[in-house]
């Protein structure tokens, strides 16, 4: 079925352009996209429309054909660092829209095998602010030259996509309020089963995979019976399942945000009306503070019964095979902390602890200083372990024992930013081998260094793309150990097995009622 719908493909070569055209017939109309370099590539396809603050309604099928040559517009947002500073130097980024439920395919243009080529959605992460599936740092080509369909998508963000009102969850059909960023997410999964055979993919062999909130999202969705037979298998890089908001904390959010609009919080006839920028200005100037966001997940009855953790430790949630990890230093990233006297100092470490872990601040305190000399590291290892780190694998060790859990470590410095270490989000240029995009390439700078992280990239891409297979992952001779067996699988230019850190790192954030 999958080889005849491929002899459907139409290639179109405008005279005098370099560019071919591609048209292909899915079960719900005609998409044109363009080839590159053995690639086809469509962007800026409608998997969705929805009005504000309701669930999305899936496009099934469409008149004409979709002329999918270009990205189409990204979620409104104030950005994250990428499109912010891409925006700053007058790099290419799509305008936003409201109507953003857009998505991207990159396919091989070889012929698929009998079954399908394997599909790998992409969900992009930002702080549920910010980000888009179009940045060019998740160019889905590199993975697809690997024999993967590879798909990345967009979902609303901050007040759009999170906002939850009292008068919302009574608007709503099914009483949920809240969550219409991961409602977005999962009407993205259905169009991908319904539409990727005629890409030549295997609809009944989805893998999804995400890092930061893209992670999150993927992990809180495991916990949800509306994400049955969404996906497959997963792949959480640097989020677990920690950040959910209860419902009664959601609307006290939003009491504060009514008085900064000017709408009361049962007109919903007025937030509807808002301008655009007003909705976005609610994200503040501080969300890089993702703790203290108002826009997370929300534990409203009906896409999340339970908090997200709390249903997967008493045996409820999805049974997909896992990938599981996080990178070393994920809070390296934060900069602005090498000024900052509160966390250069122990008496400054200290001061955080009583504002952030008030209850047993002493006993936090006292595990870091016995781990180490310099309170800047101790600060970085706190804020990694609390917020990234160890809930990734807390996720991961929740489930190990109900579906097959494979675990990873990314340790990879840059020698010309040593200083950042194996920061947040910096697997990610090896996983899509977007090293020479901007700003990825800056870790990178010279030709020996793109040369000597080859192997690396290769060996990442290995272990992703075999998992999306089905197989056991691995990355060169060396198989990614299952979580529990006391070994990680650490990536670095060495990569190899390390001894599984949980005990020395996570001992504190193991959610010990859990297990």
């Not at 993975?143 to 967009?154: E, F, K, M, S």
């Not at 993927?218 to 989020?239: H, V």
């Not at 990614?480 to 190899?496: E, H, K, R, V, Y």
Request: aromatic residues 14%; glycine residues 10%; hydrophobic residues 40%.
């Amino acid at each position: 079925m999958i080889k005849k719908l491929f002899f459907l493909i139409i290639l179109l070569i405008p005279v005098g352009a370099q560019q071919q055209f591609v048209r292909l017939r899915l079960p719900g109309g005609w998409v044109e996209g363009t080839i590159e370099k053995e690639i086809m590539s469509f962007k800026g396809i409608p998997y969705a429309h929805a009005e504000r603050w309701r669930e999305p309604e899936i496009v099934n099928n469409w008149s004409g054909v979709v002329f999918a040559h270009e990205y189409g517009p990204i979620c409104p947002q104030k950005g994250d660092i990428t499109i912010r500073l891409g925006q700053l130097l007058g790099r290419y980024v799509p305008e936003p829209s409201e109507d953003c439920l857009n998505l991207n395919v990159w396919v091989p243009q070889n012929n698929p095998p009998p079954t399908g080529w394997p599909v790998m959605v992409y969900i992009h992460g930002g702080s549920f602010t910010g980000g888009s599936g179009s940045e060019p740092i998740y160019n889905g080509s590199s993975l697809a030259r690997r024999g993967v369909i590879v798909v990345t998508i967009n979902y609303r963000l901050g007040a759009l996509g999170f906002l939850a009102l009292p008068a919302l969850e009574r608007d709503s059909q099914h009483g949920g309020v809240g969550n219409y960023g991961l409602h977005d997410q999962l009407a993205a999964f259905r169009w991908v089963r319904e539409q990727i055979a005629g890409f030549g993919g295997n609809p009944q062999n989805i893998t999804v995979f995400g890092e930061s909130a893209g992670s999150m999202s993927i992990c809180t969705l495991l916990s949800s019976n509306l994400a049955k037979g969404a996906f497959d298998r997963a792949i959480l890089e640097s989020g677990g399942c920690n950040y959910a908001l209860a419902k009664k904390d959601a609307y006290e959010q939003a009491k504060k945000m009514a008085k900064k609009v000017g709408c009361p919080l049962e007109d919903l006839s007025c937030w509807r009306a808002l301008p655009l920028q007003k909705l976005v200005g609610l994200t503040g100037s501080n969300e890089a503070d993702f703790e203290e966001g108002p826009f997370k997940p929300v534990v409203d009855g009906y896409l999340l019964k339970d908090f997200p953790e709390r249903t997967l430790a008493s045996g409820g949630g999805l049974r997909v095979p896992l990938i599981v990890g996080a990178n070393a230093d994920e809070y390296q990233l934060d900069v602005t902390a090498l000024t900052d006297r509160n966390k250069f100092t122990w008496d400054g470490f200290r001061r955080l602890l009583n504002e952030k872990e008030p209850v047993r601040a002493d006993m936090v305190y006292e595990h870091y200083k016995h781990r180490y000399k310099n309170a800047m590291k101790a600060y970085y290892a706190f804020m990694t372990e609390r917020i990234l780190l160890c809930p990734t694998y807390r996720a991961g060790y929740l489930l190990k024992n109900k579906t097959p859990v494979y675990g990873y470590t990314f340790e990879y410095d840059s020698p010309h930013w040593y200083i950042l270490g194996s920061a947040h989000g910096f697997e990610l240029p090896f996983i899509f081998d977007s090293r020479h995009t901007w700003p990825f390439w800056e870790l990178f700078i010279t030709d020996p260094e793109f040369q000597r992280t080859d192997k690396l990239t290769a060996a990442m891409q290995q272990a992703w793309v075999s998992f999306a297979r089905g197989q056991e992952p691995r990355a060169g001779m060396a198989p990614m150990p299952q979580l529990g067996s006391g070994w990680l699988l650490g990536f670095d230019i060495n990569w190899g097995w390390r001894p599984d850190f949980w005990q020395e790192r996570c001992q504190l954030w193991g959610a010990a009622e859990y297990q």
